[in-house]
């Protein structure tokens, strides 16, 4: 019988031969939320140090794309400054 080992994160039993590609997949997830998480961040900065006027530009430029996530964060950080 084959030695398993039980992943930390899912609670998955693996074969110990697959139980280090299945760790490394779980640390790139993990490393890809962290960036994810940083890029909106930066982002959020980056609208901060925008003029009310080029960020209502912005809007309707999002919206007319159908750019939805993008305007709704424009929108926030519109109603922040109000």
């Given at each position: 019988m084959k030695q398993q080992i039980k992943c930390p994160h899912c609670k998955k039993l693996f074969p110990i031969e697959e139980s280090l590609k299945h760790e490394a997949e779980e640390f790139r997830k993990k490393l890809q939320k962290?960036?994810?998480?940083?890029?909106?961040?930066?982002?959020?900065?980056?609208?901060?140090?925008?003029?009310?006027?080029?960020?209502?530009?912005?809007?309707?430029?999002?919206?007319?794309?159908?750019?939805?996530?993008?305007?709704?964060?424009?929108?926030?950080e519109l109603s922040r400054r109000k």
């Open positions: 962290v960036e994810e998480q940083k890029s909106k961040e930066d982002s959020q900065k980056d609208l901060r140090m925008t003029s009310t006027k080029e960020l209502n530009t912005m809007l309707n430029k999002f919206v007319k794309a159908e750019s939805y996530e993008a305007a709704a964060r424009i929108r926030d």
